[in-house]
Every structure is written in structure tokens, then in C-alpha cells.
């Protein structure tokens, strides 16, 4: 299937499981446990209906909004995922260079495989860079001056990651493969060699922004041991506290879901939460982040931007949330399927789709524009599941 053949983001993901090898696509696709929250989270928009007004005038959609202070395009922004390469050789600068095509802001991960200066050199677009907190403050700081350097919009701290996430597939098909299901694992890796290449001889899966770090050079082991041993269990509101007094632009506290800790995000100085359940791959029964936006936005919307991270499949989807009171949405897999379908190519047509369903959701809902949807356009299906 082409990519012009792809007519939803579910088309991109059946193409993006033919080009990656099994292990790599589990990867993207798993999550923790018996996968109830991952795939929760997409079922969770089917509990809402949308409620359209007839009659109004929709012969132009303006689907402009603002994110982090900055104008956008439309209100979904390409959420923090780690080692892009790992998916295309393109990796992050092919999704940053897509994402300014469309306006949107982009996020870099602390585990990507670019480096933060060259995502800034990449795309001219808002850049949001996503911060995990290890026992080593060091390099916490270090990346944080290094994303005030390049001129990034916003930091979001992530805090739904004392321990991994138990994680399955990884066992079965992936990089923590049982030696029962490595012969598997060898034969899907060896028909995909020039994927092999990239890992082996041009070693570019890298996660460059902390072996690149001054804490790089101290690292022994593994570099996955590492950040399973520097994952910070001890990681408090103190700290959001700490990390307001060094970074003094937009501060998004991501992983949260409930009204309380997102009052206590405003209260140590965040400017935004997104509301995420790690796609699914950390708290398994986490609720979906669909259903945390209506309660968060009547308590905080005055304080806090809002954006609902997980689950985005359709451009209903996105409405939805809107609905309900975010300010944006983040969408994870369904670039990644894009990335790994098409290189930013692929980002580009994944995009397409969801702009294209977006704009045409507005319209039937009768919104000629972002602003114009409440709350009055969503209802709770009474056909429950």
C-alpha cells in the first residue's frame, strides 16, 4: 500500500508494521500489561457524541488557535516520543520539518536520537523540549540550558515515570526478548538489513542528548540501564518548584490526570499539563485522557492550558477534546505510524488526514472556527460499553 493509498491512520499503521522489523514495531504499538489503557484510550472518544449546530455558516473554517503563547495553525502539537530513528532514518528533523509545514508545534524527547541543537536547526517551527528529571540534577539543568539556548517555546516536565511501565510485547517480540523468542527476533531483523545497517555500522540510534551530555562520559553499562537506574523515584512538587526557577518560559507538567495534581501543578508555577497516561504504556487502568479533560477545565482553565495527550486517531477526536474544554491535543503513534510508513513524508500524509477530518468535523458541528466549540457539542453516549 502507498502512501497515497493511505486514507486513515490506520492504513499508515498496517504499512509502518510491513517496513519495521517485530520487535521495533511492538515498540511503538505496545503498552503495559493487558493493554486495557492503551487501547481505552481510543475507545474512550466513542463514549461522546458530538452535538451540531445546523444552520450556521460554515463556508470558511479558521482553525488557527495559540499554544505556549505562540500562533499555531491548528490546536494539535506532535507530543515528546523517544528515538525517532529508530522508526526512519529521517527521525526527529524529518518530523520537526513536517510539523512546520502544518504549523503545529513540535516536541523533542530526552531519549531522542537528535541532538537539541540540530531538531533548532531542522525547522524553524515552536519547538517544545520534554524533560525527564533523573537523580542526576547535573544533566537536568545541562539540557535545560541547552533548549534556552536554541530558543524552545516550552519545557514539560514529565511525571508519570518512577519505575517503566511493564511493558509485555517487549518480552515477547522485543528488546527484552526471552532467549524462547529470540530466533523470532533474529529472523525479523535480518529482513530488514538496511534497518540493521543504520543500528550497526552508522550507529545512529543514539540517544545523543544524554551520551552527548557532560553526564555521558560517566555512564557504564548500558545506556537503557542508565536511565532505568537514574529514573528518580523521589521526584516531588519541590522539584517542579526548582525546575520554575531555571526555566523561566511556558513550564508543561505531562502525565498528570487528576484536578488535584493539576492544581498543584499551577501552584508550582506550570503554565500548562498535559493530560496524559503515557499512551498507555505506564499505569495500566489509567483512566483515558479523554475523560480527565471536562473536570480539569472547569476547576483550572483559567490557569492552565490544557492538552489532552493520548488515544488521537481521527479528526473527531480532536474536536471532541475540544469540546470538552482543551485548549490542544497531542498525538504520539499516530506520526510515528506516519514516520516509520513514509519518512516525513509519511509524518505529512499522517497529518493530512487528520487535518482534512479535522476542518470537516468543524464544519458538520457547525464551527466555522476553534473558538466557536463549547461544551454544548459534546454529550455522554448513552449507549455505554
Known sequence: MSLAGC???????????????????????GGADDEWSLRNNTRAFDRYELVPSQLSDVSRIDTSSTLFGRPVDWPVMISPT?????FHAGGEPAVARAAKTFGMVYSLSTLGTTTIADVAASATGP??????????????????????QHDYAALALTVDTPVGGNRERDFVYGFSATPRSRLRQVLSFARHPYW????????DLEMVNITRSEAGADITGSLREYVDRELD????????????????????IKGVQSVDDCRRAADAGATAVMLSNHGGRQLESAPAPIDCV???????????????????????????ALAAGANAVGIGRAYLWGLAAGGEAGVERALGILRDEFERTLALTGCSDV????????RRSRDEF
Open 82 to 86: 523517544g528515538a525517532s530513528k529508530l
Open 127 to 148: 519547538k517544545l523540549f520534554q524533560l525527564y528529571v533523573f537523580r542526576d540534577r547535573g544533566l537536568a539543568r545541562e539540557l535545560v540550558g541547552l533548549a534556552r
Open 7 to 29: 486514507h486513515n491512520i490506520a492504513d499508515l499503521r498496517r504499512v509502518a508494521r510491513r517496513k519495521l522489523p517485530a520487535p521495533v514495531f511492538h515498540y511503538i504499538d
Open 196 to 203: 540493521v545497517w543504520r543500528a550497526a555500522v552508522r550507529k
Open 294 to 320: 471536562a473536570a480539569v477545565a472547569d476547576a483550572l482553565r483559567d490557569r492552565l492550558e490544557i492538552i489532552c495527550d493520548g488515544g488521537i486517531r481521527r479528526g473527531n477526536h480532536i474536536v471532541k
Open 371 to 378: 473558538s466557536s466549540l463549547v461544551r454544548g457539542h459534546l
Open 233 to 252: 523515584r523521589s521526584l516531588t512538587w519541590k522539584d517542579v518548584e526548582w525546575l520554575r526557577k531555571t526555566w523561566d518560559g511556558p513550564l508543561v
